[in-house]
């Protein structure tokens, strides 16, 4: 069959589309970094023109006068043990469900893990704040733990499926191999589950790192636990609000997502489809 050649009017309408569509992501993008070489005299002539002279004083400010380092500590500290523990826990449990689903017991946790699927966090943010404050968990500690428990329920509900879907044979072989369990799982599915798991490891860093809520329920007891996106929201007070140190701040935190995402990208593109086609 011969597909119909696009005409000139599609092809122009399609790319006058994606032109409006780079501009509506840019120019956000454009005004936060444009006013982060501004003073707050020269952002208030306007913030979409260039500076006229390129200042790096919100910067010096930013990384020597507010703390700064101890907040992308704990924010580092916390996506990185996070995600770890994730990349391990959400991978095993999910191969011991897939493996195993035959079994009633195997199947009712699986359903009760993947209902919070269902849970908006709104429903169980004060249940779990009260949880934590009785456990004397309102601390980095009880926020990572936090973390890899919510992740479970995204990550069970990929990982079962794809596991699911991927050829027993390739376990048996490994088994007459002298492969154990736990062989099979760390050297055979691990490698399989790759695409998939560089997916939800993507997903959670950009969670992790630019969380709000749960940080702000749990660590604004002291400034020592705050993490970026806190010390962000205090730029605001009660009768001022310093916004090109604020912009400096945003693009300074967002910088490594971006470069996260930008390694990731075709990870989770992959991911998204793997298992979509099955021979």
Request: with cysteine; charged share 15%.
């Amino acid at each position: 069959m011969i597909m119909k050649k696009e005409g000139l009017g599609w092809r122009i309408a399609r790319d006058i589309i994606i032109l409006l569509g780079l501009i509506l992501i840019l120019a956000p993008l454009y005004i936060v970094i444009i006013n982060t070489f501004k003073d707050l005299e020269q952002a208030s002539k306007g913030f979409f023109l260039f500076p006229e002279q390129w200042k790096f004083d919100n910067y010096v400010e930013l990384f020597t006068k507010n703390n700064f380092w101890t907040y992308a500590k704990n924010s580092t500290i916390i996506s990185v043990v996070a995600i770890i523990l994730v990349a391990v826990i959400n991978p095993a449990i999910s191969y011991a469900i897939a493996r195993n689903f035959h079994k009633k017991y195997y199947k009712a946790v699986y359903f009760y893990i993947i209902l919070g699927l269902f849970v908006p966090f709104q429903v169980i943010m004060l249940p779990l704040t009260k949880i934590m404050t009785n456990m004397n968990l309102l601390n980095i500690t009880g926020l990572i733990i936090l973390y890899v428990a919510l992740s479970l329920t995204k990550g069970v509900f990929m990982f079962v499926n794809y596991i699911q879907s991927l050829p027993l044979e390739i376990e048996e072989a490994a088994r007459i191999d002298g492969c154990n369990t736990f062989q099979v799982f760390t050297k055979i599915i691990w490698h399989l589950i790759g695409p998939m798991l560089a997916t939800l490891v993507v997903m959670d860093v950009l969670w992790f790192w630019n969380d709000f809520m749960l940080p702000l329920l749990l660590l604004n007891k002291t400034q020592d636990y705050w993490t970026l996106p806190l010390f962000q929201y205090n730029f605001k007070t009660e009768y001022s609000f310093n916004y090109t140190m604020a912009f400096t701040a945003y693009f300074t935190c967002m910088f490594p997502v971006l470069v996260v995402y930008a390694i990731g990208q075709k990870h989770i593109i992959a991911g998204l489809t793997a298992g979509a086609v099955k021979s």
